[in-house]
């Protein structure tokens, strides 16, 4: 007896049942996954992958830990995309199991934390060409935000004031095509490199397609340091090319750019170096924070200065038990300001010095209350002339991703009282505890602040 188009047999309903229900299975087993929660229903593929011996324990991505010796867990079980690769006949030198424990405990302090989500997914993108924010880099939550606000500066520093054949505006900043972008960013991560490696050698890093380094039980892999590639050069025109020609290698989605650059920026330090430049108040270069990790001070200065110098003030100064602590010692192309809820002005260790709050360039990073954000002007004779000072112009870019264009602020250092007060009044009660503001009076200070027309944030 045939079967009519509206009915089914018991066979086609039972097959129809089981895929539901099947579906209905991958569903669920999707979302545990997704909340690092394991089932004991895998396909034999995925119970290969995730297989983890009787003496070792599993992170929330799935990667096996030796036991007693547990990573800190991503800040989200996602998985990542893979890292763009080279080929390994390019040429560098092998990472060693000894130098991928160095270099993980320099950054963590021991040998087997690894980087979170956040960090993994971070890589230098810029917003879209020919437009508002064409100059800028899309940003990120989470701990690599501070170096690629850093960044942001010297890409800032390029594009107005070492470019040739280009003139010194703001209008200047918004109509770069995609290729001005991709070169501004590679001159601005050579430059950054080749003052780290003391004017002297840079080292780039680079993922590969080989593997370098296994898994011991003082080191737990996380399958990208392991394939890395060091290439050195001695001259600064050669680091440029090379990281212009492997721009994809920081820039790509899943590329780990972020981390490959400060992992390059280490290495162009040298251990040695950073040895020196560390004192101790800072063992290691990142802290941890809500499952993942910030950037220690050092670090932001290895990137502005070249030096990891762990503080802010000008060179050396004695702590409570009277050991040397390490400032700044000379002034940097890029400055540093910095405010928070809980400044002392009776703490002269954690007060910048003049060495980053007069840099050689009007940009400076801001980090305020712990979020980064850019101040530049367009005006280079800014820190050189002083009759600039007396009123000018500065733009300021938060890196937030409600901000559609970089806000123009006008700075008045001899206004009256009687004119701060009417601009006060503008805004109603309180706007003078913009964040922003007492920023930028930690350099200027007593200046009055005009945001023509946008109203005050951050």
């Known amino acids: ?31 545990f996954s997704y909340h690092g929660l394991g089932t004991n229903n895998t396909t034999p593929e995925s119970h290969k992958e995730n297989q983890v011996s009787a003496n070792e ?28 690769i080279i080929s390994s006949k390019l040429g560098g030198s092998p990472i060693s199991l000894a130098m991928a424990m160095k270099l993980r405990q320099t950054l963590f302090g021991n040998t087997t934390h690894v980087f979170s989500y956040d960090w993994k997914k971070a890589h230098f993108k810029f917003h879209d060409p020919f437009s508002d924010l064409a100059f800028t880099l899309a940003v990120e939550k989470g ?12 890409v800032i520093k390029y594009l107005l004031f070492t470019r040739k054949s280009k003139d ?17 960013l590679a001159l601005a991560l050579a430059g950054i490199l080749w003052t780290a490696g003391a004017a002297q050698k840079a080292t780039i890093c680079l993922v590969t397609e080989d593997t370098y380094v296994a898994s011991t039980s003082d080191y737990s892999r996380d399958d990208f340091t392991e394939q890395l590639q060091l290439f050195e050069f001695s001259e600064r025109e050669a680091t440029e090319k ?3 020609d492997h721009l994809q290698c920081f820039k790509g989605e899943g590329s780990h750019g972020v981390i490959l650059f400060l992992y390059s920026l280490i ?15 800072t ?50 192309d890029v400055g540093y300001l910095q405010w928070g809820q809980d400044n002392s002005e009776d703490d002269r260790l954690s007060q910048v010095g003049s060495m980053l709050k007069t840099p050689k360039f009007p940009i400076w990073l801001c980090n305020i209350n712990g979020n980064y954000s850019i101040l530049f002007c367009t005006n280079r004779q800014l820190l050189s002339d002083w009759k600039m000072e007396r009123r ?15 806000v123009h602020l006008t700075i008045d250092t001899h206004a009256h009282h009687w004119e701060t007060d009417q601009h006060e009044v503008k805004y109603g009660p309180g706007r003078r505890c913009s964040p922003v503001e007492m920023a930028i009076r930690t350099k200027w200070r007593g200046a009055t602040i005009n945001w023509n027309g946008t109203f005050p944030f951050i």
């Open 57 to 84: 324990t599993e992170d929330r991505t799935g990667r096996p830990q030796p036991k007693g010796q547990g990573h800190l867990p991503s800040s989200r079980p996602c998985s990542i995309p893979k890292p763009s």
């Open 143 to 154: 701990g690599s935000r501070s170096v690629q606000m850093a960044v942001q500066g010297f």
């Open 168 to 184: 010194c505006n703001f209008q200047s900043l918004c109509e770069l095509s995609k290729s001005e972008q991709e070169r501004a």
């Open 1 to 31: 007896m045939e079967v009519s188009s509206q009915e089914q047999s018991p066979q086609e309903f039972d097959l129809d049942e089981i895929t539901r229900k099947i579906l209905f299975l991958d569903k669920w087993r999707g979302i």
């Open 392 to 406: 000018f112009d500065l733009y300021f870019f938060s890196g937030q991703p409600s901000q559609r264009k970089p």
């Open 242 to 244: 090379f990281i212009y």
């Open 267 to 281: 290495f162009s330090r040298t251990f040695e170096r950073l040895q020196k430049d560390l004192d101790v108040t």
């Open 283 to 332: 063992t290691h270069l990142l802290q941890t924070h809500a499952g993942g990790f910030l950037c220690k001070q050092a670090v932001l200065n290895m990137i502005l200065t070249g030096r990891a110098s762990p503080n802010v003030f000008n060179g050396y100064e004695k702590g409570k038990s009277l050991e040397r602590l390490h400032g700044i010692l000379t002034r940097s």
